[in-house]
């Protein structure tokens, strides 16, 4: 809709921008990216939402940060008990018995995120079992294995900026 409605007062929306600072990947938009230029890169800690980082072999891992765009765009979604989403902040994978739902037709070993039963957004993982292949699991089978979640924030903050 803030598409498509122009508020009086209201400056047009400038795409996002991607910007690779060090080995790390930032989100921002075009405003800050201006002001940021005039920041020497040495004295640049962070722009923007950290996306993830890339690591010393080339690839690149998604952090946290990008929990809100994963979460907005996801195909594949799961959704935890509230007895399973303390165990899954801690870092454990998630157990059949902590399902609440599953979105349907969700392939083996697929990126997934992790929703509370009130669809807050706490992290994401890989599928462990199809959808089908779930519905046959006992209650203590894996679902989703655990990849990263927002109690990194408090777990790692040393480490993440």
Not at 70 to 87: C, I, M, Q, S
């Amino acid at each position: 809709m803030n598409y498509l409605i122009k508020i009086p007062g209201q400056e047009p929306r400038s795409p996002p921008l991607l910007r690779l600072q060090k080995d790390k990947v930032f989100l921002l938009n075009t405003p800050i990216n201006n002001l940021a230029t005039s920041i020497a890169r040495p004295n640049l800690i962070s722009i923007g939402q950290c996306l993830g980082k890339f690591t010393k072999s080339g690839k690149f891992k998604l952090g946290i940060g990008s929990l809100d765009v994963l979460a907005r765009w996801a195909r594949f979604k799961v959704w935890v008990k509230p007895n399973g989403e303390l165990p899954f902040l801690y870092g454990n994978h998630v157990v059949k018995a902590h399902l609440g739902r599953i979105t349907e037709d969700t392939p083996e070993h697929q990126g997934v995120v992790v929703l509370s039963m009130a669809d807050v957004p706490l992290g994401f993982g890989v599928s462990a079992r199809s959808t089908v292949d779930t519905r046959k699991l006992d209650p203590t089978g894996l679902v989703v294995f655990h990849q990263a979640d927002v109690g990194e924030y408090l777990r790692d903050e040393d480490s993440l900026f």
